[in-house]
């Protein structure tokens, strides 16, 4: 990782990019692949894709999403408390006590997610909360004040916290998932640049939308591109601390390298192409087993148009859709170098049917 990709890492990160609401977080993506790409679409959604050999009759993939969980407000009480609704798979029980930025016209508004205290509360009957028994609080005595902010209906509000390292080893944020992601599909477009590579297909850098709530974006992007073949990157679960079942969950653990995904969305020839290429290049990998889908835009491309020849490659990670989730640095860089070395070892005509 150079200085400039690390200091895009970090400002990608820190940038809020709600479902629905994530154009500044691909303006900053764009900007930074610029460089490294000879075009770009731009789908009417926001989905961001970066061209390199446009024209050519072979078409491959390599993707990310780019959103991230929030809330909509919901409802205005008349005494200003503001209560929300999930914008994706948002995490009710770790609300309570976290910061927030509300995205409003006028700029952001700070608040926070309240909660009684412990002394008026009977623990005994503690549970979840449920999310309309969450509201935040920014401060206001009643609804008018709350509206002159410029808070409304409709408006997203994000958790504050940001990007930060743990023990030279971690990266901890919210939003790794899967924004980490759009930095690596980045990373390789910067290596492929830099080292003078002439891919033999037309590649295109996918960062789609509104993954969060259903793989909408690779949904209409897929339909567009029409690629040949789609190598999707995504988050799964670290299964190590507590409270995870192996036998259940897998035994998947950060620091042990990309996780290669087996399931039936994932076709078996492109599965087996990156486990070749991870053999070959001696880059440490982990395997997991799905069940009915991937859960990621994995399943968007596969069964797109006529179906697309899809594969995915996973990050581990702790903590997902909470403000602490962590990824192994290592991790991070064998998930790009994979992606990468699979590329080279593609002559653009591979057909990946299991009958001929």
């Not at 029980?93 to 927030?100: D, E, K, L, N, Q």
């Not at 410029?150 to 030279?168: K, M, Q, R, S, Y």
């Not at 087993?289 to 899809?310: K, L, M, N, P, Q």
Request: include cysteine; charged fraction near 25%; hydrophobic fraction near 40%.
């Amino acid at each position: 990782m150079t200085e400039t990709s690390k200091a895009f890492l970090y400002k990608y990160l820190n940038n809020a990019s709600p479902t629905g609401f994530e154009a500044s977080g691909q303006q900053i993506w764009l900007d930074y692949i610029k460089p490294y790409i000879d075009d770009q679409i731009i789908d009417v959604y926001g989905t961001a894709v970066g061209v390199i050999g446009g024209g050519q009759e072979y078409k491959v993939v390599i993707e990310a999403h780019s959103d991230e969980i929030s809330w909509f407000v919901n409802y205005i009480s008349d005494d200003g408390y503001i209560h929300v609704r999930r914008n994706g798979g948002s995490d009710a029980a770790i609300a309570p006590s976290m910061r927030v930025n509300l995205h409003t016209a006028k700029g952001i508004v700070k608040g926070v997610f309240g909660w009684p205290a412990i002394h008026v509360r009977d623990t005994a009957k503690d549970q979840v909360p449920k999310v309309h028994e969450l509201f935040i609080d920014v401060g206001a005595a009643k609804k008018e004040e709350v509206l002159e902010m410029g808070i409304h209906v409709g408006t997203v509000a994000t958790f504050v916290d940001g990007l930060d390292e743990l023990n030279d080893k971690f990266y901890v944020g919210r939003a790794l998932d899967n924004r980490v992601g759009g930095f690596m599909i980045a990373e390789v477009a910067r290596m492929l640049h830099e080292n003078n590579v002439n891919l033999p297909f037309t590649l295109y850098i996918v960062n789609a939308v509104q993954e969060e709530i259903g793989l909408r974006g690779a949904e209409m992007i897929s339909r567009r591109l029409k690629p040949n073949l789609a190598i999707c990157t995504d988050v799964t679960h670290d299964t190590q601390s507590p409270m995870y079942n192996k036998k259940e969950q897998g035994d998947l653990k950060c620091g042990n390298g990309p996780v290669i995904c087996y399931g039936p969305a994932v076709q078996n020839n492109v599965r087996d192409l990156l486990i070749n290429v991870a053999e070959d290049k001696k880059i440490p990998y982990q395997r997991q087993a799905v069940s009915r889908s991937t859960g990621t835009d994995t399943d968007a491309f596969a069964y797109s148009t006529e179906g697309i020849a899809s594969a995915l490659i996973s990050l581990p990670l702790k903590y997902m859709h909470t403000t602490v989730e962590m990824v192994h640095k290592d991790d991070v860089q064998n998930v790009i170098q994979l992606m990468y070395d699979v590329l080279l070892s593609l002559k653009g005509n591979e057909d990946f049917r299991y009958i001929k």
